[in-house]
């Protein structure tokens, strides 16, 4: 068959090669070695790839801003805005590609002195080109610097769904947390002092709007302010937050509260690795005013004034941490719960404190006398009516119970490490006895575990109690029986006139 025209040249160069192998002994046909002074025919080169053009849907802050420290907060601005889309018309129907905001570092900073709104933004990606964790020098590295008045908020990100936050880092420039650094490392502050900033707010201010959801923080970074994160400004039914998951966040050397959630629509919001450094004299790491919120991984290496969890409403569910300060781990007010759903809030969530180390770091600092007082002497101060579960808890301070604390208190093996730790206290215990231990310490160790299930009717002991309020038929389970000895020959002691402590007759008399 002859080659049609188009293919002429090439089929006329493949014989002329073929030939030369067949000549040369050495070839065969349709391919095989070649000869050293023989070469195929060149192939035609391969056609020029297209240059890969920019996606129309991400947004690079370079193009807006230097970040060289200047107010650069309309730029920055407009760097958000233009994120698409622009032009969003309604939540359901409209179309919501999203796309990304990237952030190069900037050679010094990023300023702001007014708000950054991140308002109705979905499916979007907000990326830092690299974390800025630092040391614990000044945080001249942090991509964002505070340089507006007093009493301002550098984020707010309201009414957004589906979002990722990378490698975001700010800094207030509080004197609380920059001065005694400064101090410490001999180093120049690099911006004036301010005060009453906060650095994220998740919500609107003063209104009951605002849902959020499906948003993810990794790597956060927030320094020098006075509230570190705040989630929503309106107390109870504030912004609605659900599936809202902050990764590996550091919240350091704020001077009020590092996380404050007053909002009672707080469903899901979990931290997962967090550390806090609180300034002398900051109130709390985290401020519980409505809804509930997840803590797992807490390293709490501040210097709270009041405790590290404040609680005033809402719950708490923390998952393992690591405490060191001389305020209690947790503290409650005694504000009434919200029985009903008429509040449309929170509704007596749970208190839950699992796997929690606290202790005060600052005697390794120091020659300890072991016949001091306790330099921790309350871990846990609650008074509140919905029940307390502490699951494998260490404290080296005893947990004080309140007044209105009727509901069961679930004790899960927690350890008592301090030698003179008094345990459970106050009149929550001797007044109404609802703790319940699950291998609790032994009445004269309390560094022993023991496997005992105690409540009123079944408390371990050695004789009648001489203290506390008890019941009517309340009970003194004989731990150390001896049918040698009248005082222990005895199977227990029951209440049989509630007082303080009541009247006392033994029971089971023991066989010699």
């Known amino acids: ?16 090669s073929r030939r030369r192998m067949l000549t040369a002994g050495i070839g065969a046909v349709g391919g ?27 947004i690079n802050l370079g193009d807006y801003a230097k970040g060289d420290g200047s107010d650069e907060t309309d730029a920055i601005q407009r760097a958000f805005n233009a994120i698409p889309p622009t032009d969003w018309k309604e939540h359901v129907t409209a179309s919501h590609p999203g796309g990304v905001l990237f952030i190069p570092r900037p050679p010094v900073a990023y300023g702001i002195s007014k708000t950054i709104n991140v308002a109705e933004r979905f499916n979007v990606t907000i990326r830092c080109e690299s974390p800025a964790v630092g040391s614990r020098g000044m945080p001249a590295n ?10 301002g908020v550098m984020f707010n990100f309201r009414s957004c769904h589906g979002m990722r936050v990378e490698n975001l880092s700010m800094t207030g420039l509080d004197k609380a947390g920059l001065d005694p650094v400064a101090e410490k490392y001999k180093l120049k502050p690099i911006g004036r002092h301010t005060q009453g900033v906060t650095g994220i707010l998740i919500g609107p201010v003063g209104a009951p709007q605002g849902f959020q959801k499906f948003m993810l923080f990794d790597n956060l970074v927030i320094g020098n302010v006075t509230t570190g994160i705040k989630f929503g400004d309106y107390a109870n039914n504030g912004p609605d937050l659900v599936q809202f998951v902050l990764l590996n966040t550091l919240i350091r050397e704020f001077s009020d509260v590092g996380v404050t959630a007053n909002s009672g629509n707080l469903a899901n919001v979990t931290f997962l690795g967090v550390t806090t450094m609180a300034s002398e004299g900051a109130r709390c790491n985290f401020f519980v005013g409505g809804g509930e919120l997840l803590i797992m991984n807490l390293t709490d290496a501040g210097a709270c004034r009041d405790a590290s969890i404040l609680l005033a409403t809402g719950g ?47 005697w390794m600092n120091t020659k300890v006398n072991l016949k001091q007082p306790n330099p921790v002497p309350l871990s846990v101060v609650y008074n509140r009516q919905v029940p307390l579960q502490l699951i494998g808890c260490s404290f080296w301070g005893g947990v ?5 604390c009727q509901a069961t208190i679930l004790d899960h093996g927690t350890i008592f490490v301090d030698k003179d730790c008094v345990g459970f206290t106050g009149p929550g215990v001797t007044r109404y006895g609802r703790v319940i231990n699950l291998g609790t310490r032994h009445p004269k160790n309390s560094r022993i575990l023991e496997p005992y299930v105690v409540d009123r009717r079944n408390t371990p002991g050695t004789e009648p109690p001489k ?16 049918p040698r000895a009248s005082e222990k020959a005895w199977r227990g002691w029951v209440c049989v006139e509630a007082g303080e402590p009541g009247k006392w007759v033994p029971y089971g008399a023991l066989g010699k």
């Open 316 to 362: 708490v569910h923390v998952v393992k941490a690591w405490s060191e300060t001389a305020a209690p781990f947790l503290k409650t007010g005694g504000g009434e719960p919200e029985w009903t759903e008429g509040t449309y809030g929170s509704v007596n969530y749970p208190i839950i404190l699992e796997g929690v180390r606290h202790y005060d770091g600052g």
């Open 32 to 58: 095989g070695f070649l000869s050293a002074g023989c070469q195929p025919a060149p192939s035609p080169p391969p056609p020029k790839a297209s240059r890969e053009k920019a996606s129309p849907f991400q």
């Open 142 to 151: 942090l991509y964002f610097r505070w340089i507006g008045p007093d009493n």
């Open 1 to 16: 068959m002859n080659p049609e025209p188009d293919n002429l040249r090439s089929y006329v160069s493949q014989t002329i």
């Open 400 to 404: 004080e119970l309140g007044e209105m």
């Open 467 to 482: 203290k506390g309020v008890w019941q009517r038929g309340d009970g003194i389970i004989n731990i150390e029986p001896d």
